[in-house]
C-alpha cells in the first residue's frame, strides 16, 4: 500500500501528552509537510472531543495525529472533515472483515461497544482553513477497558493480535482516498456513504437535552455541513450541535 502525501512524512515517538498537542506545537515551530502523521506508543493525556480524555494502554493500540491543510474548504463545510476521517476508519475495519458504524459527532462503533475515536482541532485564517489536526484513537490490542468504557478492540474481535503499524498504513490509504474526493469537490457522494453508516439514522429512539436533561423520542434525519444533526420529533426539526444532546 502507498500514498502520494498522507503518511509520508512520519514522526514516531514512545511517550507524549497527547499527539494532537505535539502537532499542534510542531506546526508553530516547523513548516510542517501536508500529511504529516505523529504516532505514539503511549500517549499520557490523550485528548477527547470537548475536553474529554482517551486512555489507552501503551504498546497496544494505535494512537496518532495527521495534519492537513484543507485550505479548499469552508468553514460551514467543516463537518465533512470528519466524514472523511469517520469513512477513512470504517473502510479501514471493513478491510479486517469489521462491519462498523459511525455514531455522531466521532466514535466509531462495532456492535454498539466503541472501538475508534475522532478529534479535529481547525485553525482558521481569514474565513479558511490553514491547518487541521486530526487526532484518532484505535484500540488494537487492548482487551480490558474500565468497567464505565463500553468498548472493544480488534483483538477482542478477530481473536487475534494485530500490529498497529499495518493498522496505521491502511488508514492512511483510506484517509488520503477520502480526502481527496473532498478535495475534488465530492460532497454529496461523501455525504451518502457517511449517512449509510451512521448509527441510528432513520430509527426511532430516545435522546436525552443537555444540560436540561429533557427526555424525547426522534429520529435522526439529517447532518449539515456545520455538524448539526437534526432529529426529527413530534412534527419539529430540532437542531443539536456536538454536547447538546445524548443517545440513550
Given at each position: ?11 514516531e ?6 499527539t ?44 496518532c ?15 465533512y ?63 480490558d ?9 480488534i ?9 498497529p503499524?499495518?493498522?496505521q ?40 437535552v ?19 444533526l437534526?432529529?426529527y ?16
Amino acid at each position: 500500500m502507498s500514498t502520494l502525501f498522507i503518511g509520508q512524512n512520519k514522526i514516531e515517538l514512545l511517550t507524549v501528552d497527547s499527539t494532537n498537542n505535539f502537532a499542534a506545537n510542531l506546526i508553530k515551530e516547523t513548516n510542517v509537510l501536508d500529511g504529516t502523521v505523529i504516532m505514539a506508543e503511549h500517549q499520557t493525556n490523550g485528548k477527547g472531543q470537548s475536553g474529554n480524555s482517551w486512555f489507552s494502554h501503551p504498546k497496544l493500540n494505535l494512537t496518532c495525529s495527521y495534519i492537513l491543510r484543507p485550505t479548499f474548504l469552508k468553514i460551514e463545510d467543516q463537518f465533512y472533515l470528519s466524514m472523511v476521517t469517520s469513512l477513512a476508519v470504517t473502510r479501514t475495519l471493513s478491510e479486517l472483515g469489521i462491519k462498523s458504524v459511525i455514531k455522531w459527532p466521532n466514535d466509531i462503533l462495532v456492535e454498539s461497544k466503541k472501538i475508534a475515536g475522532i478529534l479535529i482541532e481547525n485553525s482558521v485564517q481569514k474565513n479558511r482553513f490553514s491547518h487541521s489536526i486530526i487526532g484518532i484513537g484505535f484500540n488494537v490490542n487492548q482487551t480490558d477497558f474500565m468497567s464505565e468504557v463500553n468498548a472493544t478492540s480488534i483483538k477482542t474481535l478477530l481473536k487475534s493480535n494485530m500490529d498497529p503499524i499495518a493498522i496505521q498504513l491502511s488508514l492512511n490509504e483510506q484517509l488520503e482516498k477520502y480526502y481527496i474526493q473532498l478535495k475534488s469537490g465530492n460532497t454529496n457522494g461523501l455525504k451518502k456513504q457517511y449517512m449509510s453508516m451512521l448509527f441510528q439514522y432513520k430509527q426511532e429512539h430516545w435522546y436525552e437535552v443537555v444540560p436540561s436533561g429533557e427526555q424525547f423520542k426522534g429520529v435522526i434525519t439529517d447532518i449539515q455541513p456545520t455538524g448539526a444533526l437534526i432529529i426529527y420529533s413530534e412534527g419539529t426539526e430540532k437542531t443539536f450541535y456536538s454536547k447538546e444532546v445524548k443517545f440513550i
